[in-house]
């Protein structure tokens, strides 16, 4: 099982950007979900994280307030949607299934079924 990111492109600083995840051969709603990001040079590092109950953990304080995460069962498919983004952002954004159905704050292990990222770049 491998999840696929996309959606991700060239944005202007400040503006939004709507990242989806989607897997095949999993049901993605009975698993917490994370996105992921690696940078030029950067180790990769959690982005926010969301259990089968619908709530939402922020492993960074920089995005909380601009990102959200969300999931459309129907669709099999959860959404990272971004808003204000800065050239900080800028990096290969990736999602995860966790091997459990609840996220926590001070563990970002226990993800597996990486797939391909996507590129998010933000510049002007």
């Known amino acids: 099982v491998q999840l696929q990111a996309s959606g991700g492109g060239l944005v202007q600083p400040g503006g939004p950007l709507r990242l989806s995840c989607t897997a095949s051969?999993?049901?993605?709603?009975?698993?917490?979900i994370g996105w992921f990001r690696q940078a030029p040079g950067k180790e990769r590092e959690g982005v926010i994280c969301?259990?089968?109950?619908?709530?939402?953990?922020y492993y960074a304080d920089s995005d909380k307030g601009r990102f959200t995460i969300s999931r459309d069962n129907a669709k099999n498919t959860v959404y990272l949607q971004m808003h204000s983004l800065k050239p900080e952002d800028t990096a290969v954004y990736y999602c995860?299934?966790?091997?459990?159905?609840?996220?926590?704050?001070?563990?970002?292990?226990?993800?597996?079924?990486w797939g391909q990222g996507t590129q998010v770049t933000v510049s002007s």
């Open positions: 995860a299934r966790r091997r459990s159905r609840f996220c926590s704050q001070y563990d970002q292990t226990g993800f597996t079924s």
């Open positions: 051969g999993s049901t993605l709603p009975n698993y917490a």
């Open positions: 969301l259990s089968v109950v619908g709530d939402s953990t």
